[in-house]
């Protein structure tokens, strides 16, 4: 199996930053795609921002340049940088990843627990 595992969320003042970090550790033979959505009361789970293993990235136009996404390859972990946040940024943060399991095995998406940022004054 394969376990996702986020930190770094919290309450933040509006302007300010945060750092989330997901590691992804167990029967892992590759991963494809890391990426993170989030998840706002009352909508749908949406992209923000995600990283193929070639090290392109997208973004949802909401944090196109206050957003950063990046991955350490070695360690099997992705990170975002958020900055400039804002209250619409507030949502429950979800890690996402595309793992094979073994080189036979197709590439499926895990989900991990999720993280809460607050974004108020």
């Known amino acids: 199996q394969v376990q996702l595992v986020e930190s770094g969320g919290g309450l933040v003042q509006p302007g300010g930053s945060l750092r989330l970090s997901c590691g992804a550790s167990?029967?892992?033979?590759?991963?494809?795609?890391m990426a993170w959505y989030r998840q706002a009361p009352g909508k749908q789970r949406e992209m923000v921002a995600q990283?193929?293993?070639?090290?392109?990235?997208n973004y949802a136009d909401a944090v196109k340049g206050r957003f950063t996404i990046s991955r350490d390859n070695a360690k099997n972990t992705v990170y975002l940088q958020m900055n400039s946040l804002k209250p619409e940024d507030t949502a429950v943060y979800y890690c996402?990843?595309?793992?094979?399991?073994?080189?036979?095995?197709?590439?499926?998406?895990?989900w991990g627990q999720g993280t809460q940022v607050t974004v108020s004054s």
């Open positions: 167990g029967s892992i033979f590759s991963i494809n795609t």
């Open positions: 996402n990843a595309d793992v094979k399991t073994n080189i036979l095995r197709s590439a499926r998406p895990y």
């Open positions: 990283m193929h293993s070639g090290g392109s990235t």
